[in-house]
């Protein structure tokens, strides 16, 4: 029922599979439906809770989801619902906001840095940010660089003019996101958060603190559901 729902265009659900899961939020055996709705132009990203076919409770969400997960933080039968969205996980607790974590930025390249402050022409600039992409992706790229790359060679120059003194900064985006018991296979037991990053990172998460447990683990190819 649920996969014809999911397809049902009727059914104004907009999500992809890493945003629904199910959970039993009430402690009383029934699973409900867990769905981190991406939205549409018109209508704000949404996580959902459904119970069976109706839709129980809603609740806006600040940006884009890319994954959804339930996990146990405490000693309480009731789960906590996670959403990864951007650079951000956020934390539901009875369904209202109860935390936010956010993954510390990546280091900025040192040439692209010495690009944007000693350039002399916006093609040298491109070609400079080009390169790099080309070399180490782009994601290895500052949110301001894609940018530029993403704009059309008419824009540019204008775009440079407007951004002169915005901060080179590049987010650590969470691509997906998992979970893992932490010492006891028990359903209940304590759980930790494992995120995979457009940085090829794989990073684990205390259940408490949610500040990452032990070293980064880093992969060969970028972590995509």
């Known amino acids: ?14 999500t992809f599979p890493a945003c629904v899961t199910s959970a039993d939020l009430a402690g009383d055996g029934d699973f409900r439906l867990i769905v981190a709705d991406i939205g549409t132009g018109q209508v704000p990203s949404k996580l959902k809770i459904y119970k069976g076919t109706s839709l129980n409770s809603e609740v806006n969400l600040d940006d884009m989801p890319t994954a959804v997960a339930p996990m146990y933080v405490d000693s309480e039968r009731m789960p906590v619902i996670t959403v990864a969205s951007s650079d951000y996980v956020y934390v539901y607790k009875n369904l209202r906001p109860f935390f936010r974590a ?3 930025p990546l280091p900025v390249n040192a040439t692209e840095r010495d690009a944007w402050g000693q350039y002399t022409s916006v093609e040298e600039l491109c070609e ?6 080309m070399e180490h992706g782009i994601s290895s790229l500052s949110l301001k660089s894609q940018h530029l790359l993403s704009l059309g060679s008419h824009e540019r120059l204008s775009f440079i003019n407007a951004n002169k003194t915005m901060t080179l900064q590049r987010k650590n985006l969470i691509t997906c996101m998992s979970t893992l018991k932490k010492a006891r296979q028990e359903e209940m037991a304590l759980t930790c958060l494992v995120l995979g990053t457009e940085n090829k990172e794989l990073i684990v998460l205390h259940p408490e603190t949610f500040t990452p447990i032990d070293e980064v683990l880093k992969c060969s190819n970028s972590l995509h559901p």
């Open 1 to 14: 029922m649920w996969l014809d729902g999911f397809s049902d265009t009727q059914a104004t659900i907009y």
């Open 102 to 104: 956010v993954l510390p």
């Open 128 to 133: 400079i940010l080009q390169n790099l992409q």
